[in-house]
């Protein structure tokens, strides 16, 4: 992703929409590739993490945007079939704005490039959109431009020796031939083979 590239997050956040729409109040104790958390907590930090990264790039620095993702375990509220898509959507369109690329911004309590920023949510919104999917044994198409600038961030993330592996965990090793998703997921430390 360049600096003058503008991807546009809408295809991305509908898959997650979509995704949430068919999880049954059931699963929502159910395991997710991320031993900590069960599907109702991805729910809530994928609603977390929209918001964040949402007034991120309205350069709405705050609360939201100071708070660390690891400090406390994410849930979901009883309202969230209705509040997360339109926070999904709040988010696509917040992105949508060239301004929203430029300078500098805050998520999860770090400063970064607003360009950087956009390739964190990318990648946030490809991974936590497949630990939904295997988690409650859903078929996952992420859109492929939001998979590219995932895949990108996560190589160069990779590729730094001050990080020591991967953004999530220890890479995964994918061969070089597999998909797309998942040398990905490799690279975010993920088993492309997990199975709920």
């Known amino acids: 992703m360049t600096d003058d590239t503008i991807l546009d997050l809408g295809p991305q956040t ?3 929409a979509r995704l949430a729409e068919g999880v049954t109040d059931e699963q929502l104790a159910d395991g997710t590739p991320c031993p900590e958390l069960a599907v109702r907590n991805m729910l809530g930090h994928v609603l977390g993490l929209s918001v964040a990264f949402r007034d991120a790039a309205r350069k709405d620095l705050g609360v939201t945007t100071d708070t660390d993702p690891g400090a406390t375990a994410p849930d979901i509220g009883p309202d969230w079939r209705e509040q ?4 999904l959507d709040d988010l696509a369109e917040a992105w949508r704005d060239p301004a929203a690329w430029t300078g500098m911004t805050r998520a999860g309590g770090v400063d970064l490039p607003g360009a950087v920023a956009a390739a964190v949510v990318a990648d946030e919104l490809v991974i936590h959109g497949w630990d939904l999917a295997v988690a409650t044994g859903r078929p996952y198409d992420p859109d492929p431009a939001a998979l590219q ?11 730094d020796p001050t990080r020591g592996g991967g953004i ?7 061969s070089d031939e597999a998909p797309l998703l998942d040398r990905a997921l490799g690279l975010s430390g993920r088993d492309p083979g997990w199975k709920a």
């Open 14 to 16: 509908r898959v997650i």
């Open 84 to 87: 997360l898509p339109k926070v």
């Open 149 to 159: 600038t995932s895949y990108g961030f996560l190589l160069a993330a990779t590729q």
């Open 168 to 174: 999530f965990g220890p890479v995964v090793p994918v």
